[in-house]
C-alpha cells in the first residue's frame, strides 16, 4: 500500500505483520504497535486496515508545539525510515481517526477534530529520540517556518535578528540571506506572527486591545492600532464591531429560522 500523496504515515498494528523500506529492510510488528513512517520509504501490506496518511500541511502544523530547542538539537541527526512505539493497551481513537480520513468532504469542526487526533497520536512518539530527526527529514521545513516556529513560542518577545539567529545555531548574516532567498525577512515574519496571534485573541472577551497589544509583543497601544490597521485595512475596534455584528447575525438568523419552524409546526398541528 503506497500513500496517494506521499508524506508520512501512522499504522497500527492489529497482528503480527511486516513491514518492508525501500531500501529491502524488513521490520516486525506485533499487535498494539503503532508505526510512525515516511510513506515514501515504507511499502505497507495490503492486508493492514488500520493505516493513516498525514499530509505535510498537517505535519507543519504539529511543529510549532514543539521547542526550537529539541528540534535544533535532533534535526541534523540521522533519521531512520520508520520509528514504532508499542502500546499497551487498544487505541480506540485511531477507528475515528481512520473514518474521517476515508470522508473526502468533511465539515470544518471535523477537519479539527481529525487534525486533533492526529496530534495525538504524533504525541505518543515525542519520547523517542528518533521521532524529531524523521519529523524533520519528512517536512524538511523552509527557513521561514523555523523562523516563525521560534516567534510564536514567545510571541510576546523583544525579538531582533540576532536572538532569532541564535535560537537557530546561525549568524544574523547566514539568516538574513536564507530568508531573502525565500523572498521575506524577519521583520515581516514577526509582524506576520503577531497579527495572526493578535487576530485569535482580540475576540476573546478578556482580551482588551491593550492586553492584546502586551500579549503580542507591542509596548505601545497606539502602534499596534497602527500596524493591525496597515495589515489588515481596519482598527482593532473596528474588527472587534464586524465580529461581534456577524455573530449577532448568525444568532439572529438562527432564532427566525427557529421561530418559523415552530409556527409551521404550530399550524400543521391546528390543520
Keep these: ?50 493505516v493513516v496518511f498525514i499530509t505535510k500541511e498537517t505535519l507543519s502544523l504539529f511543529l510549532p508545539m514543539l521547542k526550537e530547542e529539541a528540534l535544533n538539537l535532533h534535526a541534523h541527526k540521522k533519521a531512520p525510515s520508520l520509528i514504532v512505539h508499542h502500546c499497551t493497551r487498544d487505541i480506540p481513537i485511531f477507528q475515528e481517526i481512520t473514518r474521517l480520513s476515508q470522508n473526502k468532504h468533511l465539515r470544518y469542526s471535523e477537519i479539527l477534530r481529525k487534525r486533533a487526533l492526529i496530534f495525538a497520536l504524533l504525541s505518543l512518539f515525542l519520547e523517542d529520540k528518533q521521532f524529531i530527526p524523521l ?25 531582533s535578528l540576532a536572538q532569532i539567529a541564535s535560537e537557530l545555531l546561525m549568524s544574523p548574516s547566514l539568516l538574513k540571506k536564507k530568508l531573502h532567498e525565500e523572498g521575506t525577512s524577519y521583520s515581516q515574519l514577526l509582524t506576520e506572527c503577531r497579527m495572526q496571534r493578535a487576530l485569535q485573541l482580540i475576540v476573546m472577551p478578556e482580551f482588551s486591545i491593550k ?27 473596528e474588527y472587534q464591531e464586524r465580529v ?19 409556527c409551521h409546526h404550530e399550524v400543521t398541528i391546528r390543520l
Design 211 to 237: 492586553r492584546t497589544a502586551l500579549s503580542c509583543g507591542y509596548n505601545s497601544v497606539s502602534y499596534f492600532i497602527y500596524v493591525f490597521r496597515n495589515y489588515y485595512g481596519l482598527t482593532p475596534t
Design 135 to 159: 519529523l524533520m527529514n519528512i517536512l524538511q521545513p523552509s527557513m521561514r517556518v523555523r523562523v516563525c516556529t521560534v516567534i510564536n513560542n514567545n510571541i510576546a518577545r523583544e525579538w
Design 1 to 50: 500500500m503506497q500513500s496517494p500523496c506521499g508524506n508520512c504515515l501512522i499504522a497500527y498494528a492489529k497482528h503480527k505483520c511486516i513491514l518492508t523500506t525501500v531500501n529491502g529492510e524488513h521490520h516486525r510488528l506485533y499487535g498494539n504497535d503503532l508505526v510512525f513512517a515516511d510513506a515514501n520509504q515504507v511499502s505497507v501490506p495490503e492486508y493492514v486496515e488500520n
Design 244 to 262: 461581534t455584528k456577524r455573530v449577532f447575525n448568525n444568532h439572529l438568523i438562527t432564532d427566525i429560522t427557529a421561530q418559523e419552524s415552530f
